[in-house]
């Protein structure tokens, strides 16, 4: 069987990585790609939001099903588009992507459902905003709506720091922003949630820690995720309970009701306060950096769960997983998450991995015979072991071989959870 994965990150590297092991997958065509999916796929240049040019490609080269890695073609609607052309493309429809790609349509599914979330107003001109923030209490959360890759979002501790988020936003610094969220803050420790829905039922698809601040020690800017850990430590079955009846459970109730099927994965960040958990934020696809963690994990094979969806027969199989742990750094750029260089040529050839380690690429391309750079995140490096102290040694080690002058890391991937 041909299958098509769509995306250039880590988390499509590590897709193709788990089609590539399973033997009833012939080949892998990745768009665009990377230098890693290079390796294993066959990377096909086509801009992912030029829906047509992908279909005609699909068509012509009898690939019938396809992945969507990243949320912008999900939310502009690709898999309604695919469908249509007898395409089979797993990821949820244009409505149910409103779960990520409106924040607005999710807090008010969270209201109507009396899902657990964070208070919040909506505003739609600076100057409501900025009267709001007057009377509030610090620190608040302000974010953009709409999609933002992960950088809309603001914890501001005092009036001048809201102000100053107020006025990015509406300045267009994440694209026209007709509205933005004041958000009470919530303090607590966050999760990655992940299931696997084929529109009739789901499965349970792990749970992740990501690092989503620049710098040791969770300090500086937010960016994409700099690294993460699975399991979370916070897991528990009394958790995953409370997570399933009171968030996910009406959310899939709530799509229902407006006749709509969950179809894809669906993670779910959370906050888990004094062992409560609150929707942050839904995003309608697999985590990057977290996909890296879960699936060197999975037992079952992977073509057979994704062929099961789309058949909507996922009832049929039990996905299992190996009880080990394992953790991604991640390597950026110099400057990521703000201005970095690209194009510089990284040396990889003289590493050497065994069957528990993992090198995924993510902004790389391949130029002749040489890989560049070519985005903020560059590399992960993922390690399972029994033991996540074990296997961030091991990830560092690999790192520092590496030895990318251009590059940074962080050191403290998991740091709550390993004991120094
Ligand atoms: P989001 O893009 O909504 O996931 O937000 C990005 C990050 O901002 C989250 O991963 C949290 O670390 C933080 N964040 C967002 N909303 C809140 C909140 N209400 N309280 C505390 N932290 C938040
Ligand atoms: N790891 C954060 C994200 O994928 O949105």
């Not at 107020?166 to 969220?181: M, R, W, Y």
């Not at 989503?212 to 700099?226: A, H, L, P, S």
């Not at 459970?249 to 799509?255: A, D, H, Q, S």
Request: hydrophobic content about 35%; glycine content about 8%.
């Amino acid at each position: 069987m041909k299958i098509g994965v769509i995306g250039s990150g880590g988390r499509e590297h590590a897709l193709c990585l788990s089609l590539k092991i399973s033997k009833k997958i012939k080949q892998i065509y990745c768009f665009p790609g990377n230098a890693g999916t290079n390796l294993i796929a066959t990377n096909i240049n086509i801009d992912i939001n030029d829906f047509k040019r992908l279909k005609d490609f699909l068509k012509k080269n009898n690939i019938n099903s396809v992945i969507i890695g990243p949320e912008e073609p999900l939310v502009n609607g690709i898999v309604d588009y695919l469908e249509q052309f007898n395409i089979k493309a797993f990821g949820p429809n244009k409505i149910a992507s409103q779960l990520e790609g409106s924040k607005i349509f999710t807090k008010n599914l969270c209201e109507k459902y009396k899902i657990p979330t964070a208070k919040f107003g909506v505003f739609s001109t600076a100057k409501t905003a900025f009267s709001f923030l007057q009377k509030c209490n610090f620190p608040i959360v302000i974010k953009a709506d709409g999609l933002a890759a992960g950088k809309g979002v603001y914890i501001s501790e005092n009036i001048n720091e809201a102000s100053k988020a107020v006025d990015e936003i509406f300045n267009g610094k994440f694209g026209k922003a007709e509205n933005l969220l004041i958000e009470e803050f919530l303090n607590g420790e966050e999760m990655s949630f992940f299931i696997i829905s084929d529109g009739k039922s789901y499965q349970t698809f792990g749970t992740a820690q990501d690092h989503k601040r620049v710098f040791e020690g969770d300090k500086g800017k937010n960016t994409g995720g700099m690294g993460a850990y699975s399991p979370s430590r916070l897991e528990t079955k009394e958790l995953n309970q409370k997570i399933i009846s009171r968030i996910i459970k009406p959310t899939l109730k709530g799509l229902k009701e407006i006749n709509c099927e969950y179809k894809g994965f669906l993670y779910a960040g959370l906050m888990v306060v004094k062992g409560e958990p609150f929707l942050i934020e839904y995003n309608v696809r697999m985590g990057d950096p977290e996909c890296q963690t879960l699936l060197p994990k999975l037992k079952t094979d992977f073509s057979t769960i994704i062929d099961k969806c789309m058949e909507q027969k996922l009832h049929e199989i039990e996905i299992e997983w190996l009880e080990d742990k394992t953790i991604c750094i991640v390597l950026c750029s110099k400057g990521y998450p703000d201005t970095y260089e690209k194009n510089v040529e990284l040396n990889l050839e003289k590493l050497r991995f065994n069957n528990n380690q993992f090198i995924f690429h993510a902004g790389t391309k391949i130029v002749g015979n040489k890989i560049l750079s070519n985005g903020g995140r560059v590399l992960n490096i993922v390690t399972r072991s029994n033991d996540l102290k074990e296997a961030r040694e091991i990830s560092l080690k690999l790192l520092d071989e590496i030895n990318w002058d251009n590059g940074f890391y962080r050191r403290d991937i998991g740091y709550k959870v390993i004991k120094k």
